[in-house]
């Protein structure tokens, strides 16, 4: 086999769960290039990333899990494995700004973000001249507050037909209703335009013009069905005064709204985000 393979775990921690996983690769022949863990103490929990070459590697995709069972078992490990020559095919769903679309789009193909991109969802057409530019289908789908049951259904049945594993909203300014979420379990990522927890929902920058904040930021985070209160992949922050107004705000917003987007999105589709409770370990 070509590439290489990555193994996520968390398990309830314990001496030797390192010795363990190590050995059971080195009795299959296995490489190990990149090796990463974490413990969170107050949870007792013990988190993993582990990466090693195929080349020599002698299970396959098939016989993998049966080989790996009883250690996981007896370890109690929940785990999943993934390889780098699998390409994840991800969805953007956006608004009328195009900020974060445009830098996700000139990353991808830049080579950076190593996944496809099959189609585009927005309520707008603000954005349709972006997506022809770089040849990928867009999908404009009005939203209102009558059709919403009825346009979700639309974007569910594209992301079907589209085999889509993740969704990002690039400043898709619609609320995803439960129904959708759960199709995607940690699987929508989204930006928003504050430093979580302050400021969420609609306006952040003017509520953060109006108390006067010293700092403004972004976050990304998985989508759940509170809003802005999933677990946190990544965040930034720039400095402002009383000399800004609003509009400063926007703009030093936009740079780090875009860093902060791409890194969410490279780091997940790099296998590099375990979730637990509302919490994220991410091996950068």
């Avoid at 990333?49 to 009883?70: C, G, K, M, P």
């Avoid at 996981?72 to 020559?85: G, T, V």
């Avoid at 289908?137 to 037909?161: H, S």
């Avoid at 929508?188 to 929902?201: K, M, Q």
Wanted: aromatic share 8%; proline share 3%; with cysteine.
């Amino acid at each position: 086999m070509d590439g290489s393979a990555i193994l996520l775990i968390i398990a309830p921690d314990r001496r030797g769960l390192v010795a363990a996983v190590a050995d059971f690769l080195h009795r299959h022949q296995a490489n190990i290039l990149h090796a990463d863990q974490h413990i969170d103490a107050a949870e007792n929990l013990f988190f993993m990333r582990v990466e090693w070459d195929l080349a020599q590697f002698n299970l396959t995709t098939d016989t993998f899990a049966s080989a790996f069972t009883e250690l996981a078992e007896r370890l109690q490990l929940r785990w999943r494995l993934e390889f780098s020559s699998h390409r994840p095919r991800v969805a953007i769903m956006v608004s009328q700004h195009d900020h974060c679309l445009a830098d996700l789009l000139y990353r991808h193909r830049s080579g950076e973000l190593q996944c496809d991109i099959p189609l585009i969802i927005s309520n707008h057409d603000t954005c349709r001249a972006l997506a022809e530019f770089n040849e990928i289908p867009y999908f404009n789908i009005p939203v209102t507050r009558d059709n919403k049951a009825e346009a979700e259904t639309q974007q569910l049945a594209l992301l079907a037909e589209h085999q889509v594993g993740t969704v990002v909203l690039a400043r898709y300014m619609q609320i995803l209703s439960s129904d959708f979420i759960g199709h995607y379990p940690n699987q929508v990522i989204n930006i928003h335009h504050s430093f979580l927890p302050a400021f969420t929902g609609a306006k952040p920058y003017h509520r953060a013009f109006d108390r006067g904040v010293k700092l403004i930021g972004a976050t990304s985070h998985y989508v759940t069905e509170e809003l802005d209160d999933g677990p946190i992949i990544e965040q930034d922050v720039v400095r402002v005064s009383h000399r800004n107004q609003v509009s400063d705000l926007v703009e030093k917003g936009r740079d780090l709204e875009r860093l902060v987007l791409s890194r969410a999105l490279r780091w997940h589709i790099d296998h590099r985000v375990l979730t637990y409770g509302n919490k994220t370990v991410v091996f950068d």
